[in-house]
């Protein structure tokens, strides 16, 4: 699909939010740290706010809530007539939309995708409102922690992925031949969040989704400390092994947490497992 990039002094109609159109309908996928604030503002555990609100994991908000004229559901999170219940925690996603945000070489980038302007179906009153540019929207928004937590998260993951690498490249496991561990690398990448969720097990989803951290006001300390959390099990579940297949089973573990990650943060897995086959090929492993 067509995106169109836009500079911070672009004005747009961005005040349609305020419609409750994104509310209806939609994916919104969660990180760790939103998941926390949402829980929060709901005055519930993560733990309880994942069980009642969430699917496949935790890492998306659950729409099950009554649908509007075009016949979609509301977010759980929605009240008909009064609006979002967590608004204070609501995650980047929300704050953004109708905007997209890319994230290459380390620089972010803001979007919108098609030929024309998002959310107009429904709302198309905006325009008669006054217009706001990029970065005064995102100011009002609010998103500066949560693109804080999410370049963050971006680093967890490729933490965890550095685990995996660690697991085939300096065990001896790739040195032995052994062409199972890339091929399973590349099924996770293609496999639905649910069913990744089953295959990594609810102890690791669980490390990952919910973090023994009180909340932090600095999201980027939160992703750190949680960061520390995942490394120390992970030396601690897996600093003994001794077998190939220990290993095998292991670096496919630390793979999917990655990739079920990248899902929770809106990334490609299905092209990132394969980027990082590519990148564990060139340093001796077999496919």
């Known amino acids: ?17 305020r419609t409750g159109t994104y509310c209806h309908g939609n994916r919104v996928f969660l990180n760790p740290w939103e998941l926390a604030c949402l829980a929060i503002e709901k005055q519930l555990t993560s733990s309880d706010f994942r069980k009642r609100y969430t699917d496949c994991g935790g890492i998306v908000l659950r729409f099950d809530g009554v649908e509007d004229k075009r016949g979609k559901p509301a977010c759980s999170q929605y009240i008909e007539n009064v609006g979002c219940s967590v608004h204070i925690g609501r995650p980047l996603a929300c704050r953004l939309y109708p905007l997209g945000r890319q994230v290459q070489e380390g ?32 100011k009002g928004q609010q998103t ?3 693109e804080k937590a999410q370049d963050a998260y971006l680093e ?8 995996a690498f660690t697991l085939l490249l300096d065990t001896g496991l790739a040195a032995s031949g052994e062409t199972e561990t890339l091929a399973k690398w590349r099924k996770l990448g293609k496999e639905e969040a649910m069913k990744l969720a089953e295959q990594i097990g609810i102890e690791w ?13 600095d999201s980027f300390i939160f992703a750190e400390l949680h960061n520390e959390q995942l490394q120390q099990k992970t030396q601690d579940k897996f600093g003994s092994l001794k077998t190939n297949q220990e290993f095998h089973e292991a670096s496919i573990i630390m793979m999917g947490l990655a990739l079920y990650l990248a899902r929770a943060l809106g990334a490609d897995a299905a092209n990132l497992s394969e980027h990082w086959i590519e ?8 496919e």
Not at 2 to 12: A, P
Not at 117 to 136: K, R, Y
Not at 205 to 217: T, Y
């Open 205 to 217: 989803i669980d490390a990952l989704m919910l973090p023994a951290i009180d909340i932090a006001e």
């Open 107 to 138: 620089t972010a980038a803001y979007i919108f995708q098609g030929a024309s302007f998002p959310c107009l179906d429904g709302c198309a009153e905006v325009l008669d409102l006054p217009q706001l540019s990029v970065g005064e929207y995102l």
């Open 144 to 146: 500066d922690l949560f």
């Open 1 to 17: 699909m067509l995106s169109t990039k836009l500079k911070s002094q672009d004005k747009l109609p961005l005040t349609c939010t």
């Open 279 to 286: 990148e564990a090929k060139s340093h001796g492993a077999c």
């Open 156 to 163: 967890v993951m490729q933490n965890l992925a550095e685990n």
